[in-house]
């Protein structure tokens, strides 16, 4: 069955950092470009990052330019986000999702497969 995996979320203090991992089972991630999503609580999901399928192209939302940083492992089929200088509003639910096309893009609904999300809360 295939499906994404996120883990990595968690409670920090503001100014730390986290790295979320996005594991892909039950198919492969070479031909996929991913993204990171997130979710506040009342408010809409939006992205975050996105990343090609060569990894060789991301894009950030403009507010995480600088703090957070996408990568991706296709031998360990992992997608990664790392959160510096985590302020309480990036606090939501992170999910990652898939595309399968070599072109990554921002656009939520262009992504075919998602993963369940996990918890990050940013408070002191």
């Known amino acids: 069955q295939a499906q994404l995996v996120e883990s990595g979320g968690g409670l920090v203090q503001p100014g730390g950092s986290l790295r979320l991992s996005c594991a892909a089972s039950g198919f492969s991630l070479d031909y996929y470009s991913m993204a990171w999503f997130r979710q506040a609580p009342g408010k809409e999901r939006e992205a975050v990052s996105c990343?090609?399928?060569?990894?060789?192209?991301?894009d950030y939302l403009r507010s995480m330019k600088g703090r957070f940083t996408i990568s991706r492992d296709n031998a360990k089929n992992t997608v990664y986000l790392i959160m510096d200088a985590l302020q309480p509003e990036d606090t939501g639910t992170y999910y990652c999702a898939a595309d399968l096309s070599p072109l990554a893009t921002m656009m939520d609904y262009e992504y075919e497969s998602w993963g369940q999300g996990t918890q990050v809360t940013v408070a002191s």
């Open positions: 990343i090609n399928n060569g990894g060789d192209h991301t």
